[in-house]
């Protein structure tokens, strides 16, 4: 069964512009870890940013800051002023117990920035 | 500097053959893990190993095997059991969770 689910397998946004990725996942823990990763077109992993779900505060990375809602088991991922580089396969993914504290993915997000 | 490397970065198999993927890292990370990724598609778990000497199925093992004789190796065979081989390998390691991953480079594995 998809634990993650990322419902946009595409978008496009302009340069300098705001976008924001979504994604859902289920688990009936408490505790566990969220991830967004990054995979521009060289096919590289990055992680973008990491969330604790014990932490009620959103994590922030530069441009990159998330929408953490526990209850509602959302996990959006904002990119501020978009750039060229931001072109990529963005991940969402989490880690749980209950799937043996292993990293599973969501389907992907293709993101587009247009200049 | 640390890191995960993984070769070759393409790969081409005929039928019938068995191929194996290397991948090696200098983290001193305990777990290792081979995801396969297909267009379209998220990554899925093939094996995993969370120490030396030990390694689990993931969601989509047949077809492939593993080894772990050393920390900072972890070889994944694509064997001919596998009817599909032909995507993009991923091999990543992590100190434990919940940490994230680092990822390799990846290979390119092509059924000819």
């Known amino acids: 069964a998809q634990t993650v689910t990322q419902s946009q397998p595409e978008m496009s946004v302009q340069e300098a512009e705001t976008v924001t990725l979504s994604c859902t996942y289920d688990t009936s823990e408490s505790n566990y870890y969220l991830f967004w990763y990054k995979q521009p077109p060289s096919r590289q992993m990055i992680l973008v940013i990491r969330q604790e779900a014990y932490k009620q505060q959103n994590a922030t990375e530069n441009r990159f800051s998330v929408n953490f809602q526990k209850a509602a088991k959302s996990f959006s991922l904002k990119i501020s002023d978009s750039q060229l580089g931001d072109t990529a396969m963005y991940f969402c993914a989490f880690i749980t117990r209950e799937y043996g504290n292993k990293l599973v993915f969501g389907a992907g997000t293709i993101l587009r920035v247009k200049s | 500097d640390g890191g995960i490397t993984q070769s070759p970065k393409y790969l081409f198999r005929k039928e019938g053959q068995n191929v194996t993927l290397s991948c090696e890292q200098n983290l001193n990370h305990d777990a290792m893990y081979w995801y396969r990724q297909d267009p379209g598609q998220g990554l899925r778990l093939i094996y995993y190993?969370?120490?030396?000497?030990?390694?689990q199925k993931g969601d989509i093992a047949e077809g492939y095997s593993v080894s772990r004789e050393k920390k900072e190796s972890f070889p994944l065979t694509v064997t001919s059991a596998q009817k599909n081989p032909t995507a993009f390998y991923l091999c990543?390691?992590?100190?434990?969770?919940?940490?994230?991953?680092?990822f390799g480079s990846g290979t390119r594995l092509t059924v000819v």
């Open positions: 190993s969370q120490i030396v000497n030990d390694f």
């Open positions: 990543a390691s992590s100190i434990a969770p919940p940490h994230g991953y680092t």
